[in-house]
């Protein structure tokens, strides 16, 4: 059984700055054939993709409204995905999900993604 499990939300100012986690675990889990992603969904609306991080890292992709504020990185020797987040405003407010999908490339497609954690609430206030 695959588990993905988030941390580092929280409550934080405008301009300020959160590091989430994603540590991933199961016995048959090949953490490094897998392309890890963070999405988020704000109160009311529909899940979004955030970004998206290739499997060796070498590749990384974000949506517009958190390039140059965000950061995706993995570390495959401890099955953690990080997500740096940088001089965030209020409209970042949403629960952040870590997922998986199989496959060497990022994608942005909730579809491609085969595991997915629990959430984790970021909150910015003004």
């Known amino acids: 059984q695959v588990q993905l499990v988030e941390s580092g939300g929280g409550l934080v100012q405008s301009g300020g700055s959160l590091r989430l986690s994603c540590v991933a675990s199961g016995r048959t889990f090949s953490f490094g054939s897998y392309t890890m992603g963070w999405f988020r969904q704000a109160l009311g609306k529909e899940r979004e993709f955030v970004s998206a991080i290739s499997w060796n890292g070498g590749t990384a992709e974000y949506v517009d409204s958190v390039k140059g504020r965000f950061t995706v990185s993995r570390d495959n020797t401890k099955k953690i995905v990080y997500l740096q987040m940088n001089s965030l405003k209020p409209e970042d407010t949403a629960v952040y999900y870590c997922?998986?999908?199989?496959?060497?490339?990022?994608?942005?497609?909730?579809?491609?993604?085969?595991?997915w954690g629990q959430g984790t609430q970021v909150t910015v206030s003004s």
């Open positions: 997922a998986a999908a199989l496959g060497w490339m990022p994608t942005s497609s909730e579809n491609d993604y085969d595991y």
